[in-house]
């Protein structure tokens, strides 16, 4: 069994930064191979922005965020530490995030239905 959850999100202004964190935790029988950040407005689908390979640390970043946001990793045996830097900040950055953890073979795909494992998501809001 694996629980993911995200914190971080706030209101900010237009060309500020936000740092979200996302933790997985997994029982012994599961290994964490990937790591996702997406996000969702209401009426569109889901859409991945970064993710990573736990193991390499393999990046693959969306055509809209790649330059302004980082994601990176940290691990302490069970648990997984996912952030993503978000500088440069625009109000279409505006939606809910989303974290996600991959339990099989990891591609750094940025694909919703790749993942397996998802926490509850953190509000980012940009105002202009």
């Known amino acids: 069994q694996v629980q993911v959850v995200e914190s971080g999100g706030a209101s900010v202004q237009a060309g500020g930064s936000l740092r979200l964190s996302c933790t997985a935790s997994?029982?012994?029988?599961?290994?964490?191979?990937?790591m996702g950040w997406f996000r969702q407005v209401p009426g569109k689908e889901r859409e991945g922005v970064a993710a990573i390979n736990i193991m390499s640390e393999y990046t693959r970043y969306s055509d809209s965020v790649k330059g302004r946001f980082t994601i990176s990793r940290t691990r302490d045996n069970a648990k997984i530490t996912a952030d993503l830097q978000m500088n440069n900040l625009k109000p279409e950055d505006t939606a809910m995030y989303y974290c996600a953890a991959k339990t099989d073979t990891c591609s750094t795909s940025l694909a919703a239905q790749a993942y397996n494992a998802w926490g509850q998501g953190t509000q980012v809001t940009v105002s202009s």
């Open positions: 997994r029982s012994i029988d599961y290994h964490l191979n990937c």
